[in-house]
């Protein structure tokens, strides 16, 4: 079986993490070669699948990325499918989640060139502290916090007339536990829970991504917090090989869906290696019924 992992330029051998993974692939005997996306040399026909893993640079060339999943599913199967890819590459995905029942933070959508009285916003939902972000965006790119005080909403105003003018924003209220309590995730291999973990940032901090210094550790979900993140995951929809749904908690201690990403998500195999046995198995499983 011949599986290419899909990568980007700035990493080319993949991540460390995924160690256990790509171990139990060669167990299986499975060749798994660790691919450029977007290099053109890239012949994907010759793959029995591809597995997109560390595609951490499409951000800036969306539409190419979504273009490129198209054509993979064309010539191989794509895991997940190009129309997850499509979908799930835009935060407005959050919307639909919304529509079917998840709780996610409470959200305004800023469309790309719209003009925005962010003072007035913050005042109607008697926000304090804001966040901004953009619709496409991964590792805390173009993120704000913000408080609601003059130099506050200032820094707010310019960074989103300058953001606005290129892409669709998200203005939502700061949750602050995410600097006490950081945010938890669960981690789904072919349809179930596989293991959780919580990353908590370094103090003051509200990225928890460890390019940002942040930590992460094993973390046991509630019956309460795996239905929240089981809905999320029915809400999604699909035949999804993995996915992740990451979660805060607001003001009053209920659980807010931030993101769910069934695209190219971290999957902290270094907090439970049998993880990579899992998938490892649902992917092979999968590639072997098809050929």
Not at 10 to 34: I, K, S
Not at 142 to 168: I, K, M, P, V, Y
Not at 198 to 216: E, L, M, T, W
Not at 268 to 284: I, T
């Amino acid at each position: 079986m011949h599986i290419a992992l899909a990568t980007c330029s700035n990493l080319p051998d993949g991540e460390v993490d995924d160690a256990p993974f790509h171990q139990a692939l060669a167990r299986r005997g499975v060749t798994a070669p660790q691919v450029v996306w977007d290099d053109p040399e890239a012949d994907w026909s010759q793959y029995d699948a591809v597995l997109t893993r560390y595609t951490w640079d499409y951000m800036e060339k969306h539409a190419a990325f979504v273009a490129w999943a198209m054509h993979v599913e064309h010539v191989t199967r794509l895991f997940n499918s190009a129309a997850v890819v499509a979908w799930n590459t835009n935060k407005s995905y959050l919307r639909d989640l919304e529509a079917s029942g998840v709780s996610i933070a409470p959200t305004i959508w800023l469309e790309q060139g719209q003009s925005v009285e962010v003072a007035q916003l913050m005042t109607e939902r008697n926000w304090q502290r804001g966040f901004i972000k953009p619709l496409i965006g991964a590792t805390a790119r173009e993120t704000l916090r913000f408080n609601a005080d003059e130099s506050g909403l200032a820094e707010a105003r310019a960074h989103l007339q300058r953001t606005l003018a290129n892409e669709n924003m998200m203005l939502q209220p700061y949750l602050n536990k995410v600097e006490t309590e950081g945010e938890i995730s669960a981690i789904f291999i072919d349809g179930e829970v596989s293991h959780c973990v919580r990353k908590i940032p370094v103090p003051g901090d509200y990225r928890v991504q460890d390019n940002f210094g942040a930590s992460d550790e094993l973390y046991v979900f509630s019956e309460e917090e795996l239905e929240q993140a089981r809905q999320a995951h029915r809400a999604a929809g699909g035949d999804l090989l993995y996915a992740r749904a990451d979660f805060l908690r607001d003001d009053s201690g209920g659980l807010v869906l931030t993101e769910f990403e069934a695209v190219e998500p971290s999957l902290f195999f270094r907090h439970d290696p049998e993880a990579g046995e899992r998938l490892a198995d649902a992917l092979c499983a999968r590639v072997a019924s098809a050929i």
